[in-house]
């Protein structure tokens, strides 16, 4: 006791990367464990795989004041350390909606296997709830006889371009199947955040694990809510976007994941409600399973309501139209293309024969490597050139800040699909655009006297 305890993060991707830099922010001694070498001296140099920002310097700092490293070696940082986050994938089964549990359970093998000393095992990944009972029964069965190897859970709750921030600073902080030694340990690791007041909910292990999952669950429900009201909207003729702005006024609701327009995708939301849906039908709580299939299914549908509006814009087919593409990542200032409906979008235009040109500020090279047959161009100005149509589909900043008076001059047909009701329609239809949202009233273009007025910063 007094000594502080030396933590292990077993698994280096998002979430394990910023764990393992926030952990050593907080002060404490972390070594990271990862199985791929490359990405262990990358981390080891101060590099970051992926975009993230404000994680590269965390982690060059870290690096630099020895407190953190970073190893392939999983027994050698079990042995120097004594407080284990399990934070590897879940990913989706292939063909299946069950999350693959593989890396999870072999990676607490391999953490109670290699205990040498009394230590305590933290799960962070996002799991089907009944795993952590599992695991339980897995390290009872690996570790060494005489040691003390407790699992407890604790989800974890950031964003992706938000990772440093939600990890330092969380809205809550679950505490799963803790005893009063565990639950003290936990306090200790994080007692900075509850200092300033981040509020501790201690529960038993299935009501963590289950948090999580219905934390992404609601999330993802809140956005097809909107995106399904919007399809009403286009019909009856109303405004989206006001209404969204009306509702969130009432704090029962909030404005937060109101924005109607191209859905959710990334790595975490559409598998983790699939992963619900798998777990709750096998359970037998089916009334969730339903409820989850229409929201998937509303998400899916916004991606082909764009489709079928981009067919629209140019008349009737896209085959050999040039249409612009703004946007490859899954949302703003984030470089991961995981289940993106942009990519999604523009990969289907492509296959129906138009010429498709994708512009994205980080996400170009993952883009390309998931679609190598789609085109990239290197500014947003070489992407609307000659366009017959422009998508904006990521509401990256520098997209939406674009001078739209500069790319009517480039454009051949001076339509913008609006799939994330991002743009402010006055200005750019006073450019000379037409602006197209999803689920709003279509703003025409302007009558050219109106072009070249001053635009509001
Ligand atoms: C999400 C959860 O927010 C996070 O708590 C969890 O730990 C992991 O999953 P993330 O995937 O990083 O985080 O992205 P998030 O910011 O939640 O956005 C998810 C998707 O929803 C994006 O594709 C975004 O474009 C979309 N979205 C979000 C909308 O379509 N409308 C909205 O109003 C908000």
New binding site residues.
């Given amino acids: 006791a007094g000594l502080k305890p030396r933590i292990s993060v077993i698994g280096t991707g998002y979430l394990g990367a910023t764990h393992a830099a926030a952990m050593a922010e907080l002060g404490f001694d972390v070594i990271g464990v990862d199985t791929d070498p490359a990405k262990v001296d990358a981390l080891s140099a101060g590099r970051v795989p992926f975009h993230e920002p404000g994680l590269p310097e965390l982690i060059l700092e870290h690096v630099g004041s020895g407190r953190l490293r970073f190893t392939a070696d999983l027994a050698d940082a079990v042995a120097t350390s004594d407080v284990h986050f399990i934070c590897v994938g879940t990913p989706q089964r292939r063909g299946s909606h069950a999350a693959n549990l593989s890396y999870v359970e072999s990676a607490t093998k391999a953490v109670a296997e290699a205990m040498s000393h009394d230590g305590l095992i933290v799960g962070k990944s996002t799991v089907p709830v009944g795993t952590a009972a599992r695991l339980r029964g897995i390290i009872t069965e690996s570790k060494p006889t005489g040691i003390d190897a407790p699992l407890v859970w604790n989800p ?5 371009a938000h990772a440093v921030e939600d990890t330092l600073r969380p809205d809550r902080l679950v505490f799963g199947g803790t005893d009063a030694k565990s639950e003290a340990v936990l306090r200790e690791i994080y007692a900075a955040p509850i200092a300033t007041g981040t509020p501790v909910i201690s529960c038993d292990l299935a009501t963590a694990e289950l948090v999580k999952v219905s ?2 669950a609601f ?1 993802a429900t809140k ?1 097809s809510f909107i995106n399904a009201i919007s399809e009403l909207c286009e019909v009856a003729g109303a405004d989206v976007s006001v209404l969204a702005d009306a509702l969130g006024h009432d704090d029962r609701i909030g404005r937060k ?3 109607a ?1 191209l ?7 559409p598998k983790d409600i699939r992963a619900l849906m798998y777990r709750a039908n096998e359970l037998g709580a089916t009334r969730v399973v339903g409820l989850m299939q229409e929201v998937d299914e509303i998400n899916m549908l916004q991606r082909q309501r764009v489709i079928d509006q981009a067919i629209d814009a140019c008349g009737g087919s896209v085959l050999n139209r040039k249409i612009a593409v703004l946007g490859a990542a ?2 703003p200032d984030t470089d991961d293309v995981r289940d993106s ?1 942009a990519l999604n979008v523009a990969a289907a235009l492509h296959l129906r024969g138009a010429r498709v040109l994708v512009v994205d500020p980080e996400a170009s090279n993952t883009a390309a490597r998931s679609f190598p047959t789609l085109s990239f161009a290197d500014s947003l100005d070489e992407a609307v050139t000659d366009a017959d149509v422009v998508l904006l589909l990521t509401e990256w900043p520098v997209f939406v800040n674009a001078d739209p008076v500069h790319l009517a001059e480039l454009a051949t047909n001076p339509i913008v699909l609006d799939s994330r009701n991002a743009l402010d329609s006055e200005v750019w239809s006073s450019a000379g655009w037409e602006v197209r949202p999803l689920g709003g009233k279509v703003v025409q273009r302007q009558a050219r006297a109106y072009q070249g007025v001053a635009l509001p910063a």
């Avoid at 974890?156 to 992706?160: A, P, S």
């Avoid at 859905?263 to 939301?269: A, Q, R, V």
């Fill in positions: 974890e709750f950031l964003r992706e934390a992404n999330l956005i994941f109101l924005n327009g859905g959710f995708g990334g790595g975490c939301l899954f949302k409906p």
